[in-house]
């Protein structure tokens, strides 16, 4: 009893209790400071060690000393009488009850105010709390004229120190950009677009006016363990002013309640241009181990040099949870990669293509609005043997064309059905439509620069598969203008068209640049189109890949004799004949009957004997087989 007097006495206990409220304050404060500043853990971590170490030398400290009006004096030396240890202690008692009071402050805030909401209170001194919002700029219009009510989602920064949490920061960036995508009269940049910035130096207002948007969001992500921390900035990027930020330490558990209270703290800085708008986050899964591993499996299906270790993850979260419907989307849209495009694998395609149908089913039993579950659906119902299956196919990828989505995927795909069967004037709209809300795609620009030279309008055709290849080296859009070109009797545009593609390869394509130099080569020496024909020959087939040379090259310099022998003996996609055939100087092609035989047997020319033929186009029965005929196309 006397060694707690003597501790009450010295004030020790109140030393312990300012120590601790002190503490936690300071680390609250640096949650909030330190990501501004992109500092790494270790620097939180190192002030926490310290402060903890610092516990047990302050109360020594208090036992040994006091302050007194001449300083610091050691308590034994003091004579009966000098002591000041009860003003001292009373000071002390003033100072936790203040402490305590902005403990009781923050966590009010953190629960109670909007945007800042926590689940439960900090119990440690490793526990954060969020840091208020900040509205520091008011709504203006942008100079260039960009939609105020539009937004771009950047990649967040991952803080981890295990760069494999760079797929989870992606991830988050990914669900916001969809949660934000479903908020009606937002327009949102495409997940493809934004993400072609991720490491680069683009200043916001750049990326803006290239996005074709008036705000960006922005943030990072630090996750250990089971514990998150989220920073997200909105900008408004006129004036490159941040119109709010804030941070958000959770558990992992909380993720989705995280996303929604971003989701709606954007809506309420943008209340004056969207009006009231309320945001709802279903969470896809409970199982927090799928959902991180769905996170990496998009991730990785969105890059496509990693569908192997993709369809893993997904697989994983699927068996976590059978009944993640996102994750069974996403698997089924892998698996569709890898058994009918020529990306890596070591995977047997034979044995993987089968297995996209049940896993789309799947999705679509247990959520049936995915757009891109439906767009596969469709690509898959197209492309089956059944006969009828295309007008059915059609509707599905109709369907997923129309609903909410930043993934021009649907309305690029269902633009492509419309091309292949000859219907320029459907798929224009749609491609247009592409190209306006992912400008930073190449695909896009390919495939409207072939609908556009498909109208006859070569010029502008050209300008966008240049766009193609500069922004992902895709050359066989401008390829497949070239042969236009060629058969149109203009060897030197076909030539020039395909030299102005070489320096815009860069070093990221050298395997492009290469095909497209050989290429050249042919059109500027007439002499060696069978060398080049040869040569692509002998080189390694690329099963169903966009770049399939030796199609090309057989459609370009001998007639499509060898393009038509493989495909009719199945060693290959008929990918090159069927986007090159509607091309104003490849009358020769569409015309021709094994075309005519190729569509048949693809169903199309059932689709078109019920909804009718193409503008200018007919059925022709002729002795060497029926065939298309379209004067007026040419």
Known sequence: MQLLAELKRRNVFRMAGLYLVGAWLIIQIAETLLPIFHTPDWVLQALVVFLAIGFIPALVFSWIFELTP???????????????????????????????????????????????????????????????????????????????????????????????????????????????????????????????????????????????????????????????????????????????????????????????????????????????????????????????????????????????????????????????????AYLAAAYWLIGNTNYATELRRSEIAPLAGPAVDRAMALKSDMPIAVALKGRLTIDSDTPGRVAEGIRLMERSAALPTPDTTPKLWLALIWLELGYLDRALPLVESALQLEPMVGINSGVLGLALAIEGRRTEGAELVLRAVELNGLAVWGNFLAADRLYAGDRAAAAELVAAMLPLFGDRFASERAQSAGLLMALQNPAREQDYLQSALDAPAEIYGLGSSLLLESVMFDGGDRAFKLVESGQTSAWVIINTAWLPAMRWLREDPRYFRLMQSRGRVEYWDSHGYPRGCAPIDAAEGRHLSCPERS
Request: without cysteine.
């Open 70 to 328: 001449e300083g610091i004096r050691r308590d034994a030396e003091l004579a009966p009488g000098q002591s000041m240890a009860p003003q001292t202690g009373r000071r002390m008692d003033l100072l936790i009850a203040v402490g305590l009071l902005a403990v009781a402050a923050l966590m009010a805030a953190d629960r109670y105010w909007p945007g800042t909401r926590t689940e439960a209170p900090p119990a440690s001194l490793e526990t954060a709390a969020a840091a208020q919002s900040l509205r520091v700029a008011p709504v203006d219009a942008v100079a260039d004229g960009n939609d105020s009510r539009s937004i771009a989602v950047l990649p967040f920064v991952n803080m981890s120190s295990d760069p494999d949490n760079e797929y989870f920061a992606d991830g988050i960036s990914e669900e916001l950009l969809n949660i934000l995508a479903g908020i009606d009269g937002l327009k949102v940049a495409s997940r493809t677009s934004a993400f072609s910035f991720k490491g680069k130096d683009t200043p916001i207002p750049e990326i803006a006016r290239l996005l074709g948007v008036h705000h960006v969001l922005e943030g990072s992500v630090r996750k250990q363990g089971n514990q998150v921390r989220i920073t997200a900035q909105l900008i408004e990027a006129g004036s490159d002013a941040h119109l709010w930020t804030q941070t958000y330490q959770r558990d992992l558990d909380d993720i989705f309640l995280v996303q929604e209270e971003i989701a709606g703290a954007i809506t309420t800085a943008l209340k004056d241009i969207l009006g009231a708008r309320e945001v709802k986050v279903d969470a896809p899964t409970r199982n927090m181990e799928a959902y991180q591993r769905y996170l990496h499996g998009r991730s990785r299906f969105y890059q496509r040099s990693e569908l192997d270790p993709a369809i893993e993850d997904l697989r994983f979260a699927v068996e976590r949870d059978p009944d993640f419907a996102e994750a069974w």
